[in-house]
């Protein structure tokens, strides 16, 4: 059958549609988020479920996501500048705060695919592209 695969004897049938769309969510963070005190916005980015199939369909979101954030966190270092991972940067700027970025930072530890923003004039230049 054109346009289909088999997997574990199941026929799916492809469509011509993205398998899934990318959602950005932005909040205001808290004490409940790690590094609030130098970090205010985060945009958590995410891969809406479109037209996955069942089998193998998590797969799929899960590389879309992170996909999709490596895209954002491209977008970021050129626009920003380099920065490095959220608990890298809290343990540097416990003693050498000079040398860090000081618009953004990334977290991806325990499968989360969250960028952090100091300001509303980044969270503005984020919006401006991803929103």
Same mark, same amino acid.
């Given at each position: 059958?054109?346009?289909? *695969?088999? %997997?574990? =004897?199941?026929?799916? +049938?492809?469509?011509? !549609? ?33 037209? *996955?199939? %069942?089998? =193998?369909?998590?797969? +799929?979101?899960?590389? !879309? ?17 380099m920065s ?48």
């Amino acid at each position: 059958m054109k346009g289909s *695969i088999t %997997v574990l =004897g199941q026929t799916i +049938v492809l469509v011509n !549609k993205p398998i899934s769309i990318m959602k950005i969510k932005i909040r205001k963070t808290d004490a409940r988020f790690t590094g609030s005190e130098l970090f205010h916005y985060v945009a958590d980015i995410t891969a809406e479920r479109y037209n *996955i199939p %069942v089998i =193998g369909g998590l797969q +799929v979101r899960l590389s !879309k996501r992170l996909t999709d954030f490596n895209e954002v966190r491209a977008w970021c270092i050129q626009t920003w500048g380099m920065s490095c991972e959220r608990s890298s940067y809290l343990e540097i700027a416990k003693t050498d705060a000079s040398s860090l970025n000081t618009h953004w930072t990334w977290h991806t530890e325990f499968g989360e695919t969250k960028i952090y923003m100091t300001t509303d004039k980044e969270v503005n230049w984020f919006k401006l592209k991803w929103l």
